[in-house]
């Protein structure tokens, strides 16, 4: 398996446009979880879903952010209008027997 | 709830040296714990888990920990540092029959010098 996918790696992006984070999770996990890391604040959960349904999204920071889980391959995160502070790595996972698999991250700088 | 404290953001050691990396949890039912290691530009990577088998858990690149209920601890260690192991660990609970979220600690950074 090629493990979990996300895209792009990096991103740059001027201030008010739309960024949209793509993840591919592991065939066969039913979860998968939407992470952010800075340096600032550490690692965070934003988001997760079980079976294409969002069940906790406490950790969305504003309604800026956006998730969706379409089918059980795929997801996305989107940020409109993306700011400078939400420059970050932001991480997709997906879990199979009690362990979350990470992907490489998306790296995002908002000027 | 759960919660995790990592003691130390930061530990140095000698090449060749023991390696303690310190994690107290909180859990209100029997945890499952797990260490996880991020290499620079990497996601996470599972270096363990303990799922209630055996209280010593050994995982990967020769690191082990062992859960002690009385101390409510997960402590990671491994004999012999080598400069590879430089990266930044994490310790992550989460609660049998509870939520499906990890909680994670804020990290330990781990340099291993010459």
């Known amino acids: 398996d090629a493990g979990v996918i996300q895209s792009p790696r990096h991103e740059v992006t001027e201030m008010g446009q739309e960024v949209t984070l793509r993840c591919k999770p592991i065939?066969?996990?039913?979860?998968l979880f939407w992470y952010r890391q800075t340096m600032m604040r550490g690692l965070e959960l934003l988001i997760y879903?079980?079976?294409?349904?969002?069940?906790?999204d406490s950790g969305m920071p504003e309604d800026r952010f956006s998730a969706k889980m379409p089918n059980a391959s795929f997801s996305t995160l989107k940020i409109q209008p993306s700011e400078p502070r939400d420059s970050a790595v932001y991480f997709c996972?997906?879990?199979?027997?009690?362990?979350?698999?990470f992907g490489p991250g998306t790296r995002l700088l908002v000027l | 709830a759960q919660s995790v404290t990592q003691l130390g953001s930061h530990v140095s050691v000698s090449e060749g040296a023991l390696v303690l990396l310190r994690c107290n949890y909180s859990?209100?039912?029997?945890?499952?714990l797990f260490w996880y290691v991020q290499y620079p530009n990497q996601g996470l990577q599972l270096l363990l888990k303990?799922?209630?088998?055996?209280?010593l858990v050994k995982g990967i690149n020769g690191f082990e920990a062992e859960f002690k209920k009385s101390e409510t601890s997960f402590h990671l260690t491994k004999p012999s540092a080598h400069m590879s192991d430089a990266a930044e660990y994490f310790c992550?609970?989460?609660?049998?029959?509870?939520?499906?979220?990890?909680?994670f600690g804020k990290g330990t950074k781990l340099t291993v010098n010459p």
């Open positions: 065939s066969g996990h039913n979860s």
């Open positions: 879903f079980n079976n294409n349904v969002p069940i906790d």
């Open positions: 303990y799922t209630s088998a055996a209280t």
């Open positions: 992550a609970v989460s609660e049998k029959g509870g939520s499906e979220k990890l909680v």
């Open positions: 859990s209100s039912v029997p945890p499952y």
């Open positions: 996972a997906s879990r199979g027997d009690r362990v979350e698999y």
